[in-house]
């Protein structure tokens, strides 16, 4: 299972930007699509993950501004980020628990991550 992110890069607070992820390879199903990020000498943290019905889990510090969609079909996300601020600068890392077409049982995989930053 690969996961490949794009979106990101430079914008000014209050501004929008949108990430979008698309998972490949051999799935046999994905339970949870998100986004985590990682600012500089933090933790990894949770932003918004979505299952696949339809449940959808925000960190507080985003709730009300960013919203995350999924096209399941697709295997594809995406999280719209508006009214963005400085703290919301950090590595964007798409997300999946998933399980391969092999079997195995769910893991968890990771885009490569992409760069947001918010900055005037």
């Known amino acids: 299972v690969q996961l490949v992110e794009s979106g990101g890069g430079s914008v000014q607070p209050g501004g929008s930007l949108r990430l979008s992820c698309a998972a490949s390879?051999?799935?046999?199903?994905?339970?949870?699509m998100g986004w985590y990020r990682q600012a500089p000498g933090k933790l990894r943290e949770l932003v918004a993950v979505?299952?696949?019905?339809?449940?959808?889990n925000f960190a507080a510090s985003v709730k009300g501004r960013f919203t995350i969609s999924s096209d399941n079909d697709k295997n594809t996300w995406s999280l719209q980020m508006t009214r963005v601020k400085p703290e919301d600068t950090a590595a964007y890392y798409c997300?999946?628990?998933?399980?391969?077409?092999?079997?195995?049982?769910?893991?968890?995989?990771w885009g490569q991550g992409t760069q947001v930053t918010v900055s005037s």
């Open positions: 997300h999946a628990e998933a399980e391969a077409g092999g079997g195995g049982g769910p893991a968890w995989y």
């Open positions: 390879g051999d799935i046999s199903s994905i339970y949870v």
């Open positions: 979505i299952d696949g019905g339809g449940r959808i």
